[in-house]
């Protein structure tokens, strides 16, 4: 399965500023997902990076707010805009690889803490 | 609309009992059942697929259409099964749909 180098671990960052995780995959993944973990809570999917083009966002997610790009197969960057404390979360890179691997593999995770 | 329930947020079993986490969904499709496991400070990792029907760590699950449940199972607990572990749903879209998770803790 691939291997996903997630960064940064973690922050502790100011509201009203803005924080960009980025996700880099040692092989090329056709999907790539972000998900947002809260404190207590499950994951939920944020949206997912398509390549090339813009990433398609789940209920109550906007792109203002969360910003993201793939430039390519291999790499994805989630940006946490105009934080706010309720943005305190566990934010995941998730990927898959073709339609016939049914494993999604997950980062490590970066933990976020907005004050 | 998919959706995935478990209804234990805590589950507390002894070494060697056996343990069973229940896994709910609700789907209109085929889906395909995940089970995920995230052990204390490690990165979520997946634990089992109903497609693979296969055992890992002596857990087992297998995905009952009639009753729309898809329960993990291990006969014999053990101390190092003790994680939090999450049921997930795949459906057409192939996306994820994760439960709130169960934290299992297993006391010697």
């Known amino acids: 399965s691939a291997v996903i180098s997630q960064k940064p671990s973690r922050d502790i960052c100011q509201r009203g500023t803005s924080l960009t995780i980025q996700c880099q995959v040692d092989s090329q993944v056709t999907m790539m997902f972000w998900y947002r973990q809260q404190p207590g809570q499950s994951l939920t999917l944020i949206a997912t990076a398509n390549q090339g083009s813009e990433a398609t966002y789940e209920s109550g997610f906007v792109i203002d707010k969360f910003p993201i790009s793939r430039p390519n197969l291999t790499f994805s960057t989630l940006t946490v805009s105009n934080m706010s404390p309720e943005d305190s979360s566990i934010y995941l890179c998730?990927?898959?690889?073709?339609?016939?691997?049914?494993?999604?593999?997950f980062g490590s995770g970066t933990r976020l803490t907005v004050v | 609309a998919q959706r995935v329930t478990q209804p234990e947020k805590l589950l507390s079993v002894f070494k060697g009992a056996p343990v069973e986490l229940k896994c709910n969904y609700s789907y209109s499709g085929s889906p395909e059942l995940f089970w995920y496991v995230q052990y204390s400070r490690q990165r979520l990792q997946l634990l089992l697929r109903h497609i693979s029907r296969e055992s890992i760590k002596g857990f087992t699950a297998d995905l009952n259409k009639g009753e729309t449940s898809f329960h993990l199972k291990k006969p014999f607990a053990q101390e190092e099964d003790s994680a939090m572990y999450y049921c997930a749903l795949r459906g057409s879209n192939y996306k994820l749909t994760f439960g709130k998770g169960t934290l299992l803790t297993v006391n010697p």
């Open positions: 998730s990927v898959s690889g073709d339609t016939s691997n049914y494993g999604y593999t």
